[in-house]
C-alpha cells in the first residue's frame, strides 16, 4: 500500500506568515490528492483536490501544487481563523490513506 | 443541503458488535461513492472503508478487513457500517463521507458528517 507522510508534524507562525506544508506519497499518485481542515472540536472540510483545484468557498490564500509523490499546501497569509490540523489524502485507489497531520497555530 | 447524520455510537464491550448509520440528505444519494472515516480523539484521521453507488463494489482498510462491512439502501438514503469483533482500538469517532464521484477510484471526499463515538471498553 502507498503511504503518505506530512511535514512538519507542527508549526507556529504569525499572522501573516506564508505558511507551507508538504505531503508525500510512498508511490506516483499522480494529481489525486486533497487536502483538508480540521478546526478544533469541528469535522474535517475540503480545501483543495486534485492537487491543485480549490474548493469553491476557500479562501484564494490557500494553495496547493505537485504531482506525482511531491505536494504542497500553502496558505499565502496565515489568519488567526486559520488555526487548525491540515491533513493530505490520497484518493487514486483504495487504501485511501490520509497524512499523519499538520497541525498549526498562531506565533 | 448536503447532510448526513450518524447513529449507532455506544459503549460496547471488546469482542462485541455494533451497527452504525448513516441518513443522507441533500443531494442525490444513489449517485455517490460513500466513505466511512474514523479518529481516535485527539488523533488523526483514518479512512476505514468505502461502497460504490451501487454497492457493487466495496473496499476496506487492512485494520478493519474481515470484521466490519459496509452497506446502503438507496431507497432508504442511508449508509451502514456492521463491525464485529471489536477492539479497544476501534474506539474513535465515525464520520459517515460523501465521496464526489459515484465510482470507486477516483473521487475525493466532499462532505462529511458530524461523527459518532464508539467506545470499545470492558
Known amino acids: 500500500d502507498i503511504q503518505m507522510t506530512q511535514s512538519p508534524s507542527s508549526l507556529s507562525a504569525s499572522v501573516g506568515d506564508s505558511v507551507t506544508i508538504t505531503c508525500r506519497a510512498s508511490?506516483?499518485?499522480?494529481?489525486?490528492l486533497a487536502w483538508y481542515q480540521q478546526k478544533p472540536g469541528k469535522v474535517p472540510k475540503l480545501l483543495i483536490y486534485a492537487a491543485s483545484t480549490l474548493e469553491s468557498g476557500v479562501p484564494s490564500r490557500f494553495s496547493g501544487s505537485g504531482s506525482g509523490t511531491d505536494f504542497t499546501l500553502t496558505v499565502s497569509s496565515l489568519q488567526a481563523e486559520d488555526v487548525a490540523t491540515y491533513y493530505c489524502q490520497k484518493y487514486d485507489s483504495a487504501p485511501r490513506t490520509f497524512g499523519p497531520g499538520t497541525k498549526v497555530d498562531i506565533k | 443541503e448536503v447532510q448526513m447524520v450518524e447513529s449507532g455510537g455506544v459503549v460496547v464491550q471488546p469482542g462485541g458488535s455494533l451497527r452504525l448509520s448513516c441518513a443522507a440528505s441533500g443531494f442525490t444519494f444513489d449517485d455517490y461513492t460513500m466513505h466511512w472515516v474514523r479518529q481516535t480523539p485527539g488523533k488523526g484521521l483514518e479512512w476505514v472503508c468505502l461502497?460504490?453507488?451501487?454497492?457493487?463494489?466495496?473496499y476496506y482498510a487492512d485494520s478493519v478487513k474481515g470484521r466490519f462491512t459496509i452497506s446502503r439502501d438507496n431507497s432508504k438514503n442511508s449508509l451502514y457500517l456492521q463491525m464485529n469483533s471489536l477492539r479497544s482500538e476501534d474506539t474513535a469517532f465515525y464520520y459517515c463521507?460523501?465521496?464526489?464521484?459515484?465510482?470507486?477510484?477516483?473521487?475525493?471526499?466532499?462532505?462529511w458528517g458530524q461523527g459518532t463515538l464508539v467506545t470499545v471498553s470492558s
Open positions: 463521507a460523501k465521496d464526489s464521484s459515484g465510482y470507486d477510484l477516483g473521487g475525493f471526499i466532499d462532505y
Open positions: 461502497i460504490r453507488w451501487d454497492g457493487g463494489s466495496t
Open positions: 508511490q506516483d499518485i499522480n494529481n489525486y
